[in-house]
């Protein structure tokens, strides 16, 4: 069995915590990604998964096995890096099963025949006599993986393993990695930046901001359940318009106010501390067009400054007195910078 668990888990350097008292279970099988921005701490956790780091608080369990002080061969553990971490002197197959037999009784025949099958699972046969040099950045990529592959590990860890691909070959290699996990059921670690990578991989995403977890659960309901603003801003392209109000109260019924708009809110009864003020968040396919709402709809105006034709859609910047509102509508909208547009939104997915 290869589920993780982590309680507690500090990471010191002098005197910055990159990684503050994390706490995360992690089930057999299952494909957690780690996403944030750059130094929020997520290579620094999987690292120290790993073993490349040491861990200055807090425990790690990795199979029921506190794993603190192992060095990283006797975790069981295979790890895929940014930059794809490969020998140039060497060809593709002694790449990917270099170091086996310092962490395995296996023999060269073994060897051999286990890198023969990583590669057939990657496609990569006839890759195996060349060097780096002489391969594309996917197929690296892939060879990188493959190496990981031989050892045939309780838990693979990739750190931003495709951040050195263009934009068409990241999205065959994410459902390339999709497809490889489900047919290896092992438990998989993925650090990324990108949010987009998060979404479409983790059967759970672990989202990071500044040393410590913001939130952990699957990417929808990440999306449509942000439990803090960082959440809600950092899921989703565009992020989520988020505006300060004031709050009105008459009754049971809760106004949200603004210089540009006024509109009673849904559940009124939330609001039992009533508070003067607070942060209204709707993403911007969640704002329409007032044509296009239900009739009795609550309704403002914005002014559009920017329109972005996306192809499937139209993103409209408008203003909202001194806040700006992004829209999300149908493409080939004829709106044009200028415009006066009366606005609904959604009701049911407000923040």
Same mark, same amino acid.
């Given at each position: ?142 060879? %990188? ?40 059921? %092992? ?44 959440? %809600? ?68 105006? %914005? ?49």
């Amino acid at each position: 069995m290869s589920e993780i668990t982590i309680d507690g888990l500090t990471k010191e350097f002098d005197d910055v915590t990159a990684v503050e008292n994390i706490t995360l279970d992690i089930e057999n099988g299952e494909f957690i990604v780690f996403v944030g921005p750059s130094g929020c701490g997520k290579s620094t956790t999987l690292r120290m998964i790993a073993g490349l780091e040491s861990i200055t608080g807090g425990e790690l369990r990795i199979g029921g096995q506190r794993v603190n002080d192992l060095p990283p061969k006797e975790r069981n553990i295979a790890m895929v890096f940014p930059n794809y971490a490969l020998y140039p002197h060497m060809t593709g197959a002694e790449n990917m099963k270099f170091g086996m037999k310092s962490v395995s009784d296996y023999t060269d025949a073994e060897i051999d025949q286990r890198v023969q099958e990583a590669a057939e699972i990657l496609d990569i046969p006839e890759l195996l006599d060349r060097r780096p040099k002489e391969l594309s950045g996917g197929e690296r990529q892939r060879v %990188a993986i493959g190496r990981a592959l031989v050892r045939e590990p309780e838990v693979f860890l990739l750190d931003e393993p495709l951040s050195n691909l263009d934009a068409k070959l990241r999205v065959q290699m994410r459902a390339e990695l999709l497809q490889l996990h489900q047919d290896l059921d %092992a438990t998989t670690l993925y650090v990324t930046h990108d949010q987009t990578e998060a979404m479409t991989l983790g059967d759970r995403v672990v989202v990071m901001n500044d040393g410590r977890i913001e939130q952990v659960d699957p990417p929808q309901v990440l999306y449509d359940y942000p439990e803090t603003r960082f959440v %809600a801003e950092f899921i989703g392209s565009p992020a989520m318009n988020v505006i300060p109000i004031d709050l009105g109260y008459d009754g049971d019924a809760v106004r949200a106010v603004h210089e540009a708009f006024e509109l009673t809110l849904p559940n009124g009864d939330r609001f039992t501390a009533r508070p003067p003020s607070a942060t209204f968040g709707v993403r911007p396919e969640d704002v329409s067009l007032a044509a296009n709402a239900p009739a009795d709809a609550q309704t403002f105006e %914005a002014e559009v400054s920017v329109t972005e034709p996306l192809g499937e859609s139209l993103l409209i910047h408008c203003y909202l007195g001194t806040d700006e509102l992004h829209i999300k509508t149908e493409a080939r909208s004829a709106i044009t910078p200028g415009d006066t547009l009366e606005l609904a939104v959604d009701e049911d997915r407000l923040h």
